[in-house]
């Protein structure tokens, strides 16, 4: 089977019904689309509320803009100083060699942009890495995109040195979604590529569902780990994908289990076409706290909002200590802090 693209692949994969199909191409004429074969095998077309269907197949209302929505939502366009790069905060800059992914998410914050640029030449990607070369307080490059393991592993590891060479680096960040959407493209000599470097190399993992780490997943990251690259995990929240305190349990669990540490958990950026994905803060504050008390520290993730216009990620809670002195605990009892002797 090879990646589903177009609205006739969907409908003959029985993913679309062939009454949509006008109101599907309308959409793919708009946002790119991609179902790799291992996406494809997760879902369950006996189940009109699938969450990987729902991350994934294309819908109608994606042609809604929704309340508030931006085509830039966290505003990288404000910290771009030049194509490839974004430079929001000192220590640390974005690297997008490229904008193809081998999937496309449905509530994408970058998907006005993603699919369609060929992504950097090798002039541009030298001007990037010279960006990079004359700022000394740059400690972090996070390659993102796109996904940058899209790239031909060759091109991946003449990246990997040329980032390994900068002396002022500490560490080169990757985030992915090859190894849940298309594990069958990491191959050795793209995990040779990541692990060629003597600097820190990390790899984020965007992952939203417990289904999404199949055993190809997870053979996958086992090939990252054995070979000394440490996982993050990344994801969204999402209605009617992760938005229940036993899913998001599961997936956090399942993500630990495979040696991926529970990194962020976003709340969804304010994409245009996205609203049906969208939870209330208050909401997500709730599901954490919840989370809080049925699995270990390893499985909290920070919650996080990346504030519109460019600002920066900010923690959104919960908090458990509250203005008159006193503290929750994961039963949500409260107790008084500092003690006194009566406590």
Not at 175 to 182: E, K, L, Y
Not at 261 to 268: D, E, I, N, V
Not at 318 to 335: F, I, K, M, N
């Amino acid at each position: 089977m090879k990646t589903l693209r177009h609205v006739d692949e969907l409908i003959a994969a029985g993913l679309v019904a062939p009454a949509r199909r006008a109101a599907v191409a309308a959409v793919a004429a708009r946002y790119a689309v991609a179902l790799t074969p291992a996406v494809v095998e997760l879902i369950d077309r006996g189940d009109p509320a699938d969450p990987i269907a729902r991350q994934y197949v294309p819908d109608p209302d994606e042609l809604e803009p929704g309340a508030g929505a931006r085509g830039d939502p966290i505003g990288d366009a404000a910290h771009a100083p030049l194509k490839g790069i974004v430079h929001r905060y000192p220590d640390r800059v974005l690297l997008m060699p490229l904008l193809h992914c081998p999937v496309y998410c449905r509530f994408c914050f970058r998907r006005e942009a993603v699919g369609g640029d060929k992504g950097l030449s090798d002039a541009e990607l030298d001007a990037a890495l010279d960006y990079v070369r004359r700022d000394p307080r740059i400690w972090e490059v996070v390659v993102t995109g796109g996904d940058p393991l899209m790239l031909p592993a060759r091109r991946l590891a003449r990246l990997v040195r040329q980032l390994d060479a900068i002396e002022h680096l500490g560490v080169i960040r990757f985030h992915s979604r090859v190894p849940v959407g298309d594990p069958a493209r990491l191959t050795d000599a793209t995990v040779a590529a990541l692990a060629g470097a003597d600097k820190a190399v990390w790899l984020a993992v965007h992952c939203n569902h417990p289904r999404e780490l199949s055993a190809a997943a997870r053979a996958a990251c086992r090939r990252l780990v054995s070979a000394g690259i440490p996982l993050l995990g990344q994801t969204v929240l999402l209605k009617g994908v992760n938005d229940d305190p036993a899913v998001m349990e599961a997936l956090m669990r399942a993500l630990v289990r495979n040696r991926i540490k529970p990194y962020y958990l976003h709340h969804l950026d304010l994409a245009p076409g996205t609203a049906r994905f969208r939870v209330p803060i208050a909401d997500g504050q709730a599901l954490m706290r919840r989370l809080r008390g049925r699995v270990s520290g390893l499985c909290q993730p920070s919650y996080v909002l990346d504030i519109p216009g460019g600002h920066g990620k900010a923690p959104l809670g919960p908090t458990y200590l509250d203005d008159a002195g006193t503290v929750e605990d994961w039963r949500g009892q409260r107790h008084r802090y500092p003690p006194t002797d009566d406590d």
